[in-house]
């Protein structure tokens, strides 16, 4: 599991959805559900990536302390403590960060430029169709066909 995020990010795509600091949290809201993703990103055009507004933090930080997500903006409650990848960073790399930092999304940063964001579901897929192509060709291996890869 060597496989570069690159990889990744190569098959789903480099498009990142972002909101900017002053959108209401109703709004960031809004976005996630219309793209059926779990967090944004939060930037600012001069000063780039500032931070992550994910699904735990609309529940820790607006539903747990009943805070109105219509007048609460997105600076006031998003994470800022960013734990960000390389293109390089493989895999492997990828879920130990996720399981040390219990995060479920990475920015993917490439020369200080965000260039796009992996999520655990992300890694997840990747690994399941690893796994599916891994048994495929032991199948093939063991039935005899002698042009399935090993």
Known sequence: MNTPLSHILAQKGHAVTSVPPTASVADAVQIMNHFHIGAVVVTNPRKGLLGIFTERDVLNRI????????????????????VTVTPATTVDEAMQIFMDNRVRHLPVIEAGVLVGLVSIGDINRHLLEEHAEEARQLRGYIQGDMTAPV
């Open 63 to 82: 539903v747990a302390s009943e805070r109105d997500p219509k007048t609460t903006v997105v600076e006031a409650v998003m994470s800022t403590k960013l």
